[in-house]
């Protein structure tokens, strides 16, 4: 390098003169950081659990024109039993084909004295052959009267303080239902479910369709079939779509949101670099007689400023490395409430990368200004204020 550099130490050593007000600047930044980590956790995790949830060999069948309401759709019973009879390339295993009969709908569930919105499927016990990733984690299928619940199903209900397991009861469609067991989805969407026998959901709204047909599709086989068959049965009034195709377009759906969270990123980092300016504000105007003498004998100014920066940056990659430390903790795996159900925060590599990017631009863009306005002052009017 062309101009000499400050000893690296020196920029250590500054960082301990002033405890406090380095204290101050360190506990700022860890907390912008752990809020940046929190809004990237929330956008991963919704990401993650919109991924996770869709099946690329299974198709779903549902109302025509229902768009992604499965929850409005209203088709015949008879179609379960029409579409494996009509449609070729249906997975089958000792003489049961991977046929799913559901009846999906959102209603209000009381938990103790609480109220909230709940996710309901009536799934027969063929749902666990088309719902691969669904396994049993406790109790047994239900029997009638009894439910099975997704392992965030308290947090979509906003069971505060509580967590719901078997033996326990829910109240909905007028009607108490005794917990048998609880089930795991690999994170996806299922999880935020409860769910009851077809037979009595059926019963307990007087209704005898369903909203959809999942089926399990060879890999080889065509679905355009299973497309053609819905488009020629008009008595019917049936679509078809690949369940990956349905989850990706709740993806586009959420984009604006994902634009929001990242735009409070923004925000946040922006709250950050001003907290930070105004700090090292207060830092470089309280030792201009120091940078003076320093110019005064022999070092440049743009080595002054690389100084500087390091203690800047050295400060935030300490708070970075605290805040990653800090959300992989507590952050990673929290579970939130959503409209389309629950899902747990997500600090992954990606997380981690982010948050600790904006972390050292933090300590980069918020030493630069007031470094810069430092030592435009001439260094006479510098020494003078010894």
Same mark, same amino acid.
């Given at each position: 390098?062309?101009?000499?550099?400050?000893?690296?130490?020196?920029?250590?050593?500054?960082?301990?003169?002033?405890?406090?007000?380095?204290?101050?600047?360190?506990?700022?930044?860890?907390?912008?950081?752990?809020?940046?980590?929190?809004?990237?956790?929330?956008?991963?995790?919704?990401?993650?659990?919109?991924?996770?949830?869709?099946?690329?060999?299974?198709?779903?069948?549902?109302?025509?024109?229902?768009?992604?309401?499965?929850?409005?759709?209203?088709?015949?019973?008879?179609?379960?039993?029409?579409?494996?009879?009509?449609?070729?390339?249906?997975?089958?295993?000792?003489?049961?084909?991977?046929?799913?009969?559901?009846?999906?709908?959102?209603?209000?569930?009381?938990?103790?004295?609480?109220?909230?919105?709940?996710?309901?499927?009536?799934?027969?016990?063929?749902?666990?052959?088309?719902?691969?990733?669904?396994?049993?984690?406790?109790?047994?299928?239900?029997?009638?009267?009894?439910?099975?619940?997704?392992?965030?199903?308290?947090?979509?209900?906003?069971?505060?303080?509580?967590?719901?397991?078997?033996?326990?009861?829910?109240?909905?469609?007028?009607?108490?239902?005794?917990?048998?067991?609880?089930?795991?989805?690999?994170?996806?969407?299922?999880?935020?479910?409860?769910?009851?026998?077809?037979?009595?959901?059926?019963?307990?709204?007087?209704?005898?369709?369903?909203?959809?047909?999942?089926?399990?599709?060879?890999?080889?086989?065509?679905?355009?079939?299973?497309?053609?068959?819905?488009?020629?049965?008009?008595?019917?009034?049936?679509?078809?779509?690949?369940?990956?195709?349905?989850?990706?377009?709740?993806?586009?759906?959420?984009?604006?949101?994902?634009?929001?969270?990242?735009?409070?990123?923004?925000?946040?980092?922006?709250?950050?670099?001003?907290?930070?300016?105004?700090?090292?504000?207060?830092? *470089? #105007?309280?030792? !201009?007689? @120091?940078?003076?003498? &320093?110019?005064?004998?022999?070092?440049?100014?743009? /080595? =002054? *400023? #690389?100084?500087? !920066?390091? @203690?800047?940056?050295? &400060?935030?990659?300490?708070?970075?490395?605290?805040? /990653? =430390?800090?959300?992989?903790?507590?952050?990673?795996?929290?579970?939130?409430?959503?409209?389309?159900?629950?899902?747990?925060?997500?600090?992954?590599?990606?997380?981690?990368?982010?948050?600790?990017?904006?972390?050292?631009?933090?300590?980069?863009?918020?030493?630069?200004?007031?470094?810069?306005?430092?030592?435009?002052?001439?260094?006479?009017?510098?020494?003078?204020?010894?």
């Amino acid at each position: 390098m062309w101009f000499r550099l400050l000893p690296w130490e020196y920029a250590i050593r500054n960082l301990f003169r002033r405890p406090l007000r380095t204290s101050l600047t360190f506990v700022g930044l860890t907390t912008v950081i752990v809020l940046v980590f929190v809004v990237v956790g929330f956008i991963r995790g919704l990401e993650a659990s919109l991924e996770v949830s869709g099946d690329p060999q299974t198709a779903i069948v549902f109302s025509l024109g229902m768009g992604e309401n499965l929850e409005y759709s209203s088709i015949p019973m008879r179609t379960s039993d029409l579409v494996p009879a009509s449609v070729a390339g249906i997975v089958e295993r000792n003489g049961q084909k991977y046929v799913s009969p559901e009846l999906y709908l959102g209603t209000q569930v009381t938990v103790d004295d609480s109220s909230s919105m709940g996710l309901v499927r009536g799934v027969t016990r063929s749902v666990l052959l088309v719902r691969n990733r669904v396994e049993l984690e406790s109790g047994d299928w239900p029997e009638p009267g009894e439910i099975l619940i997704g392992e965030m199903v308290a947090t979509k209900l906003g069971v505060d303080g509580r967590s719901l397991g078997v033996g326990d009861s829910l109240n909905f469609e007028d009607r108490d239902w005794t917990i048998s067991g609880t089930f795991s989805a690999g994170g996806a969407a299922f999880e935020s479910e409860i769910w009851c026998r077809l037979d009595e959901l059926q019963q307990a709204m007087k209704r005898q369709d369903l909203s959809i047909v999942a089926l399990t599709l060879n890999p080889n086989a065509d679905f355009a079939e299973l497309d053609l068959f819905c488009k020629e049965r008009l008595d019917l009034e049936l679509q078809a779509i690949r369940e990956t195709e349905y989850y990706q377009s709740l993806q586009k759906d959420y984009q604006p949101i994902r634009w929001l969270s990242w735009l409070v990123v923004l925000l946040v980092a922006g709250a950050g670099v001003f907290g930070g300016l105004n700090t090292m504000y207060g830092s *470089v #105007v309280g030792r !201009i007689a @120091e940078l003076a003498t &320093l110019q005064t004998i022999g070092f440049v100014r743009r /080595a =002054i *400023v #690389v100084s500087l !920066i390091q @203690e800047g940056v050295l &400060l935030s990659a300490a708070a970075s490395l605290l805040a /990653a =430390i800090i959300s992989l903790t507590f952050v990673n795996g929290l579970a939130v409430r959503f409209t389309m159900g629950a899902f747990a925060l997500r600090i992954d590599s990606t997380a981690v990368l982010t948050g600790c990017g904006v972390g050292l631009l933090l300590g980069l863009f918020g030493s630069i200004p007031p470094i810069l306005k430092a030592l435009r002052l001439p260094i006479v009017d510098g020494l003078k204020s010894v």
